[in-house]
């Protein structure tokens, strides 16, 4: 009796294990993509200084400022696209993960009334 009702509350609590394993791996993602972000973002501006440092006249500042925002846009850009994409299919997984879930309830209820209504 215990290890059936210790089976169904396993079996009752997966949705919610399959969730959380969901968010956790959306969450890991996106820190990644954070960390690289800032990582290439740190490196471009070092090397942006350098070259700035190297700049004998004002255009070649400037032309060289507009190739590096120009270049970080893009990056951003890239960044907020992978960003949406994995929320995007997290979003995906929990509503399979509810839906199925809420199937399965449906179908206990119906069973549970089936059982007591009168024949």
Same mark, same amino acid.
């Given at each position: &009796?215990?290890?059936?009702?210790?089976?169904? &509350? /396993?079996?009752?609590?997966?949705?919610? !294990?399959?969730? *959380?394993? +969901?968010?956790?791996? *959306?969450?890991?993602?996106?820190? =990644?993509?954070?960390?690289?972000?800032? +990582?290439?973002?740190?490196?471009?501006?070092?090397? /942006?200084? $350098?070259? !700035? =440092? /190297?700049?004998?006249?004002?255009?070649? *500042?400037?032309?060289?400022?507009?190739?590096?925002?120009?270049?970080?846009?893009?990056?951003?850009?890239? +960044?907020?696209?992978?960003?949406?994409?994995?929320? +995007?299919?997290?979003?995906?997984?929990?509503?399979?993960?509810?839906?199925?879930?809420?199937? $399965?309830?449906?179908?206990?209820?119906?069973? *549970?009334?089936? /059982?007591?209504?009168?024949?």
């Amino acid at each position: &009796m215990y290890e059936k009702f210790f089976e169904d &509350m /396993q079996g009752r609590m997966q949705p919610v !294990l399959d969730l *959380a394993e +969901t968010n956790k791996k *959306a969450m890991e993602k996106l820190a =990644a993509l954070q960390k690289d972000t800032m +990582t290439e973002v740190v490196n471009a501006s070092v090397e /942006q200084f $350098k070259e !700035l =440092a /190297q700049c004998k006249d004002p255009q070649s *500042a400037l032309d060289l400022q507009l190739k590096f925002y120009k270049s970080l846009e893009s990056q951003m850009s890239d +960044t907020a696209e992978k960003s949406i994409a994995t929320i +995007t299919e997290a979003n995906e997984a929990f509503v399979a993960v509810v839906e199925e879930s809420a199937k $399965k309830a449906v179908a206990e209820v119906e069973d *549970a009334v089936k /059982q007591f209504s009168p024949k």
